[in-house]
């Protein structure tokens, strides 16, 4: 089926851990956006990518990496995992200037 | 002073009535305008969105837009108890062409 899909849904891991999050998309969306969403915070931008190779920091990108090597994917890793990056995470697509379509989100503990 | 705001509420009405919720932004450039709903552990989803100066309608949902107070509104007719949700207007266009920037979102509670 065509959407967004998100995996893992949920994981724990430790503090300084290498970790990734992956977002797939099958609409073939130019425009491809991770956020994090805390409580007192709502969703927070982290990184968005315009096309395959072009990426961009949002309002919260410290701790964070992400490539598009190919449209359909734009996974998000925390390099050395901190609590404070403990969050539920979205990823959304959209054709340009469109609305933009969430996936189901990754609640991620870091202990 | 935030880009997009909301009443975080929470916002009580009873079932049946009009459940209004309200937004403004502070780009002045902003063309797009989104609101979306979001139950509890779940993910945000699209209900509405609205371009241009005036009122859109979608079944019970009407998204109003006035650029000139930089205002937007969505409202909710003959509201249900499935409709309790976390209500989250979002902007973009102008100086951030193709980043949606959110409000902290509205929680409705619609009771029977």
């Known amino acids: 089926d065509a959407g967004i899909t998100q995996s893992p849904r949920y994981k724990i891991t430790e503090t300084g851990r290498q970790v990734t999050l992956m977002c797939h998309q099958t609409w073939s969306h130019s425009y491809m956006f991770w956020y994090r969403q805390d409580l007192g915070h709502g969703l927070r931008l982290i990184y968005y990518s315009a096309a395959a190779d072009i990426t961009d920091k949002g309002e919260v990108p410290d701790g964070y990496v992400v490539s598009r090597s190919k449209t359909e994917n734009f996974p998000l890793t925390l390099e050395s995992a901190t609590r404070s990056q403990t969050s539920v995470y979205f990823c959304?697509?959209?054709?340009?200037?469109?609305?933009?379509?969430f996936g189901d989100g990754t609640r991620l503990s870091i202990l | 002073q935030k880009e997009v705001e909301q009443n975080s509420g929470p916002l009580s009405v009873p079932e049946g009535a009009i459940a209004s919720l309200n937004c403004t932004y502070s780009?002045?450039?902003?063309?797009?305008f989104f609101w979306y709903r979001q139950y509890s552990g779940k993910s945000p989803e699209l209900i509405m969105f609205?371009?241009?100066?005036g009122d859109k309608e979608d079944g019970r949902f009407t998204a109003q837009l006035n650029k000139a107070s930089q205002y937007v509104s969505l409202l909710i007719r003959d509201s249900q108890p499935s409709d309790s949700a976390t209500y989250l207007c979002a902007v973009t266009g102008g100086t951030s062409y193709g980043k949606l920037t959110f409000g902290q979102g509205t929680i409705l509670t619609v009771h029977p």
């Open positions: 609205i371009y241009s100066n």
């Open positions: 780009d002045r450039g902003s063309q797009s």
């Open positions: 959304a697509s959209s054709a340009e200037n469109q609305p933009q379509h």
